[in-house]
């Protein structure tokens, strides 16, 4: 009898002991009984934009800075992949401080004063957020799943800048010029045509998932940039080969991937508009391959395979800001014209004399230009809504081409004069510009200290050319060490 006791006594015991145990550490069925509290998101639709937010990143890092790198001169690849990477590590930084504040911060019932240009400031270090917040643009996912993938496309836009000054800004100065790019430029913008506030998203724009706030505003600011630094030593008079084509090409393929993720996320949900954004994204930059590589084959008389990777992204540009809104015939005419309309954009530089070395302005921002100017034509009522020319009347459409364009051109105007004035402002206090020097040694070592193991000889021997006979036992023995510079496109 008392064993029997002492028995329940010890199950007593063991029992209160389990419940204190889980008051202490909660198990997932004490978690999902408080999660139950909260809004009710949609699972679906949150692993779709965790997704979602993981391409995009991987869009920057690696795929843009491999995609670059691969096209500079090898003397200058670990600079250009260090950009990348330093920028996605400060743009977050700048995120946390002000970046999603002013860009997307909530309408909240206690500030209801219109912000057209610059959001309302509530989110500062992300002040307010919690697992339970949401933002009205993404009411089906928690808020911070949509700041992070907001997140991952202001990083890209600032690391596509860097194609256009590639090879001569100093690094310190470059991250100076980035910061106030960011806040200046793109933070603005981003919520002029995306929040619900923004001036340009009330006069009835249309951009998906960047034309304006991405491919334009880095294009243009590149092009500003690559004017004022000037030309890198030697350009126009030698051949700048790139480092590595094969390189180039596995970073055009990450970005093609990781773009699903931009365009087809840009739906901020798993559903029809996000799949028909995905399809048509590929068609486009399939079609715009094709079409640049035509273009390239009757101009110089042979297709190559950078010619055919700048062509993919070609079309990914000029599909992204109409993703969302255009069917595949849309995204045909896209990628058909896209293609040759790039190349060009490409090619005008030599007539033009500027030195845009990566073509950021060449292929982003006509790219851009294009598919806002398109959307205006194509968007179709039955995907979105809205009405194109080719679906509405003369007026309706009319109006919606004019609207696409008078945000095409704000938005190529101040990304021109802010770049300007930025870059101006910081060249007086900082020199933005690398001594011709250290253009000469290459910016992996006078930048960084460092050079990848198999061109520290090539190093040596870019600048000449030389020619050493050594004389022994009465034979001669000629060593010819050639090296030039190449352009990259």
């Not at 993981?54 to 995609?67: K, N, R, Y």
């Not at 996000?274 to 994204?281: P, Q």
Request: with cysteine; glycine share 12%.
């Amino acid at each position: 009898m008392e064993d029997n006791r002492l028995l329940k006594l010890e199950e007593l015991v063991t029992s209160l002991s389990n419940e204190l145990h889980q008051l202490k550490s909660p198990d997932t069925r004490s978690l999902s009984r408080i999660d139950s509290f909260g809004p009710d998101f949609s699972s679906g639709d949150t692993a779709w934009m965790l997704t979602s937010t993981a391409l995009v990143l991987f869009m920057t890092m690696p795929g843009l800075a491999l995609f670059y790198a691969g096209m500079v001169r090898s003397k200058n690849v670990l600079a250009t992949v260090m950009q990348s990477f330093a920028i996605t590590c400060l743009i977050t930084f700048l995120w946390l401080c002000f970046g999603y504040s002013i860009s997307f911060g909530p309408i909240s019932a206690s500030n209801t004063t219109p912000h057209p240009v610059y959001g309302s400031g509530d989110r500062t270090w992300l002040n307010g957020m919690t697992v339970y917040t949401v933002h009205q643009l993404a009411p089906t996912i928690p808020e911070s799943v949509f700041c992070m993938y907001q997140l991952t496309f202001a990083i890209i836009t600032a690391a596509l800048i860097t194609g256009s000054f590639a090879d001569r800004m100093r690094f310190g100065p470059m991250l100076i010029f980035i910061t106030i790019w960011h806040t200046v430029v793109y933070c603005p913008v981003a919520h002029s045509v995306w929040h619900p506030q923004g001036f340009l998203f009330q006069s009835g724009a249309l951009d998906y998932a960047g034309g304006d706030v991405v491919h334009i505003c880095s294009g243009i600011s590149g092009l500003t940039s690559a004017i004022y630094l000037g030309h890198r030593k030697g350009y126009g008079k030698a051949k700048f080969e790139p480092s590595n084509i094969l390189i180039t090409f596995i970073g055009m393929a990450m970005l093609w991937v990781g773009w699903f993720g931009f365009n087809a996320g840009s739906a901020v949900a798993a559903n029809g508009r996000a799949g028909m954004a995905m399809l048509i994204t590929h068609i486009s930059a399939s079609v715009a391959s094709l079409s640049w590589m035509a273009t390239e084959w009757i101009v110089t008389g042979k297709p190559s395979v950078a010619g055919m990777a700048s062509g993919a992204i070609a079309g990914l540009v000029v599909v992204t800001p109409m993703s969302g809104f255009v069917d595949q015939t849309g995204a045909f005419i896209g990628g058909l014209l896209g293609g040759p309309f790039c190349y060009f954009g490409a090619q005008i530089k030599h007539y033009f004399g500027y030195d845009d070395s990566l073509d950021a302005f060449g292929v982003h921002a006509t790219g851009g230009i294009l598919g806002g100017i398109l959307c205006g034509f194509f968007a179709n009522p039955y995907i979105s809504g809205q009405k194109g020319v080719f679906y509405s009347d003369t007026y309706y459409g009319g109006r919606q081409l004019g609207e696409q364009i008078y945000a095409i051109v704000v938005t190529i105007g101040w990304s021109a004069f802010a770049t300007l004035c930025i870059l101006f402002l910081v060249d007086k206090v900082v020199t933005l510009r690398v001594s011709e020097q250290e253009e000469e040694d290459g910016l992996d070592h006078s930048l960084h200290g460092e050079t990848l193991s198999n061109v520290t000889i090539a190093k040596k021997l870019e600048s000449y050319d030389a020619v050493k006979s050594n004389e022994g036992d009465g034979k001669s023995v000629e060593i010819e060490l050639t090296s030039k510079p190449v352009d990259t496109v």
